[in-house]
């Protein structure tokens, strides 16, 4: 199993760009998440999926677009790339809401540097 | 979901237990406690969960007092692979549609040679 999968690992971005970040899990988890976390920080919830075709946000979803509509599949949209998006972005997934028994499943990360 | 506090650093040295407090005094009845952790530059990682005993796997061992009021997670023999941000958490179990967890600021766990 490749477990929870995110492309590209780095990125940098013009302002005003726009971008896709990619996430892929191949464990038929029916929960789905992106964080971001800022140098120093912990992790603040941008969107959340609990099953294909529902999405809902999270603390800090402005200036992001999700989609879901597979199992597999969670991308998270940048629209017009802005300073303050400079981030890692974590995305993630379960099989139950609470974790359950495995926990949560994070990726490797995307390093996303807007200028 | 109730809030927890650690501290935000401590040190221990290799082959010693790391002992990492947590507080979660207004931590409701059917509220869990989770630690993950994070690796310098990696995603986080699940270590261990519990309601109310004491529970053990092959990473860590998770202590909660009597009361839930406070928990502490035990690397027994830590390595230097072991430094990291450690976070605990506490939320609801069940599954709902808001089901996420909140990150807080973690304790920096630095294992010395």
């Known amino acids: 199993n490749a477990g929870v999968t995110q492309t590209p690992k780095f990125r940098i971005l013009k302002i005003g760009q726009s971008m896709t970040l990619q996430c892929a899990q191949d464990m038929n988890h029916n929960y789905m998440y992106w964080y971001r976390q800022d140098p120093g920080m912990g992790l603040k919830l941008i969107y959340y999926s609990v099953g294909a075709g529902i999405t809902d946000k999270g603390e800090v979803p402005n200036g992001y677009n999700v989609s879901r509509s597979t199992t597999e599949y969670f991308p998270l949209r940048l629209e017009l790339a802005a300073p303050s998006q400079t981030s890692v972005y974590f995305c993630?997934?379960?099989?139950?809401?609470?974790?359950?028994?495995?926990?949560?499943?994070f990726g490797s990360g995307t390093r996303l540097t807007v200028v | 979901d109730a809030k927890t506090t650690q501290p935000p650093s401590m040190d221990c040295a290799e082959g010693r237990a790391a002992n990492l407090p947590c507080n979660h005094s207004t931590i409701s009845g059917n509220e869990y406690v989770y630690w993950y952790r994070q690796i310098h530059s990696q995603g986080p990682q699940y270590i261990i969960h519990g309601l109310k005993n004491n529970e053990t796997n092959e990473m860590a061992s998770l202590i909660i007092t009597e009361d839930r009021k406070s928990s502490t997670l035990i690397l027994p023999h830590a390595t230097l692979r072991d430094t990291a941000v450690y976070y605990c958490i506490v939320r609801a179990v069940g599954e709902t549609s808001g089901s996420r967890l909140t990150f807080g600021e973690g304790t920096q766990l630095t294992v010395n040679p």
């Open positions: 993630a997934s379960s099989l139950r809401g609470d974790g359950g028994n495995y926990g949560y499943t």
